[in-house]
Structures are given as structure tokens and as C-alpha cells.
């Protein structure tokens, strides 16, 4: 009685670390034809619901980088 008790939270604590894994930071890359600059906007969370805020990143090769945040 006592190990399928154990092994009862076992897997509760599994499935409740994959789940708070999988809803971190997540991020989009978008890179032009001639791969010289790419995109990258990124949420705080794995899926963006209206009024969240983004963060847009846009780079080229030579490392020169514009950064912002848009919030609603």
C-alpha cells in the first residue's frame, strides 16, 4: 500500500515539473532570404494571448542589434 502511495506522488511531481517546463519563455527566429539579419520575438510564455508583452530583437551578421519591447 505504502510504495503505490510512493510511486502515486512520484508521478504527480513528474507531470507537475514537465508542466511548469514547458510553459516557460518561448521564441520565434525569422531569417531573411539573403541571411544576412534575422527576427527573433519571444513571449514570456509558450503561448501569447492578446495584452502580452513581446520583445523584438532584430540582428545582422555584423552583430549590430535593435531591441524593444512592445507592450499593449
Not at 534575422?38 to 530583437?57: A, H, K, M, N
Amino acid at each position: 500500500m505504502m510504495k503505490s502511495v510512493f510511486i502515486g506522488c512520484f508521478l504527480f511531481c513528474v507531470v507537475g515539473i514537465s508542466s511548469t517546463y514547458a510553459q516557460s519563455k518561448s521564441s520565434v527566429l525569422i531569417q531573411s532570404t539573403d541571411e544576412d539579419e534575422w527576427i527573433e520575438v519571444s513571449v514570456d510564455r509558450s503561448i501569447y494571448f492578446p495584452g502580452d508583452t513581446v520583445f523584438l530583437t532584430i540582428q545582422r551578421n555584423d552583430k549590430t542589434a535593435i531591441a524593444g519591447v512592445i507592450s499593449p
